[in-house]
C-alpha cells in the first residue's frame, strides 16, 4: 500500500511540476522561432473589442509591416525607434517614434530578440504561451501572451492589454522565406511609389 501511495504521489508531483516549472527548452524553442522570422507574412484578424479588423503582417531582417485591409486600408511600418502610419482612404501619413504609442509590442515581439528573455512560458495541451507583463517605456502597464501550436511549432495569436485596453490578433496562412520587394519596408509614404 505504501509502494502504492509513493507511486501515485511520485506521479502526481511530475504532473504537477511540469505545470509549475516549464520547460526552459520549450521557451528557447519559441523564442528562437521568433526570432528566425524573417522574410515571413502572414494573415490576421485584429479584434480591439469594439471592432474586427483584416490584414497581413510582414517580417523583415530589421522591419515588421502591417497592412490593414478592412474597415479601413492603413499601412504601418516599425523599426526600433522610427514608424510610419499611412491611411489611404485620407492620403495622409504620419511619422512618430513607436515607444511612444501602443505600436511598440509589435516590434519587440518580432524583431528584439532580448524582449521575451524575461518571459513565463504555460503548457496546454497542444498549446505553448509565451508570457511577459511589465511597464512600458511610457511607465503603462502591460501584458502579452503569444499563442503557439506546440507540435509542430506554428505562431498563432497574440494578444496584448495595455492599461486595460484588449487586442487580439489570430494569425493564419503563414508564408515562409518570401521573396520581398526591397522597398516594402521603406519608411516612406506608398504614394511615392505609385
Known sequence: MKKFFLFFFIIFFLSISNKAFPNT???????????????????FI??????????KVYIGKKRVRAEYYTPTKILIVLDKDRGMYYNYELEEDEFFNPKNTNAWFFYDIFRNPDFFESSKIHIKDNELILEKSGLSDKEKE?????????NPLVLRGVEVVINNDVLKLSIFNH???????????????????N
Open 46 to 55: 485584429q479584434n480591439d473589442g469594439d471592432g474586427l479588423s483584416e490584414g
Open 175 to 193: 508564408n515562409y522565406n518570401e521573396d520581398f520587394d526591397e522597398d516594402l519596408f521603406k519608411l516612406i509614404s506608398p504614394v511615392f511609389f
Open 25 to 43: 527548452d520549450d521557451k528557447a524553442k519559441v523564442i528562437s522561432y521568433l526570432n528566425s522570422l524573417q522574410y515571413f507574412s502572414a494573415s
Open 142 to 150: 502591460f501584458m502579452i501572451r503569444v499563442y503557439f501550436e506546440k
